[in-house]
Structure formats: C-alpha cells, structure tokens
C-alpha cells in the first residue's frame, strides 16, 4: 500500500483538557480516559473544513485498544453542522495495531457527542466516504502524536515482545 499523501502534512493540537471521564469499566471499575484535540491540516488541495477527534480507552485493558472517532465538517457557534464522524478501533496485532472502521454511533460516548458530530457514519458509509483515505490518515496521525497515548502505547509494544 502507498503512503498516503496526507500523513506530512496533518498536525495534531492536543486540547488541555483532563483525561479521565466519569464511565468506568463494568469489568474492573476502572476509569475510561478520553482525549480530545483539533486536526490543521496544511494542504492547499484539501478544503478548509474544521477536524476534531476525540478517542477514549481504559488503561491496563490493551486487548481492548483505543476507540477513536475523527470529525470534519462545519461548526456554526457551538453546534456542528455536516459535521461527519467516522469511528476507528486501534488493537494490538502482531508487529503493530490493527486499524478497522467501526460504527461510530454504537461507540461508548457517541451519545455524549451528538451535538458536536452531526453525522455519525456506519462502517458502509464510512467506507464509501470519498475521504476516507484523509480520515484514516487523521487516525494514524493521533495515534502516533497524541501525548496522552504514550504510556497506553508502550503497554502496546509490551505484549508484542
């Protein structure tokens, strides 16, 4: 597979917020962490479109990975407006993560996020997206410079060794 030509070019903005979130696992009671930033992307062939993501996973459960959810479309005050969500699971496989395209509207705090994604894609949809390949770039961007991943990420290449 080609690189795609959008990886260079997408920062990431890590929003400051804190990470814990109020779910808890049902399993172990253990807190969700969620994180939450901004997507610049310096293209001139893409459109101007404002991007967030917002990702959440439960430490010490890497089996399970991280849910991520990338967003791009418009925003009129506080309220999204075409604002299309398409939702990726990151697990452990192998030598690396493995990346598939799942529901967006059955992730965990989908919900909790209707009034920013105004459009929340199935795996159909999002598949048929003509841009997909930007999305999933936006993905494997955040997974490789989120700060809030690193420890998460090292337990990753823990069970790979």
Request: aromatic share 10%; with cysteine.
């Amino acid at each position: 597979m080609e690189p795609s030509p959008y990886y260079n070019v997408i920062l990431i903005q890590p929003d400051e917020s804190p990470v814990t979130n109020p779910i808890t696992c049902t399993d172990c009671g253990a807190r969700y962490m969620t994180a939450f930033g901004y997507v610049d992307i310096n293209n001139p062939a893409v459109e101007p479109k404002p991007m967030v993501y917002f990702a959440n996973w439960i430490p010490g459960h890497v089996d399970e990975g991280i849910t991520l959810l990338v967003g791009r479309g418009e925003f009129e005050g506080d309220e999204a407006v075409n604002m299309r969500a398409i939702a990726f699971s990151l697990k452990p496989w192998r030598d690396g993560l493995n990346i598939d395209l799942v529901d967006a509207g059955q992730t965990l705090f989908a919900e909790g996020l209707r009034h920013v994604f105004s459009e929340m894609s199935t795996v159909s949809e999002a598949r048929k997206h003509p841009e997909l390949e930007l999305y999933h770039s936006i993905a494997l961007r955040v997974v490789g410079d989120e700060p809030r991943f690193k420890s998460y990420l090292r337990q990753f290449s823990e069970i790979m060794e």
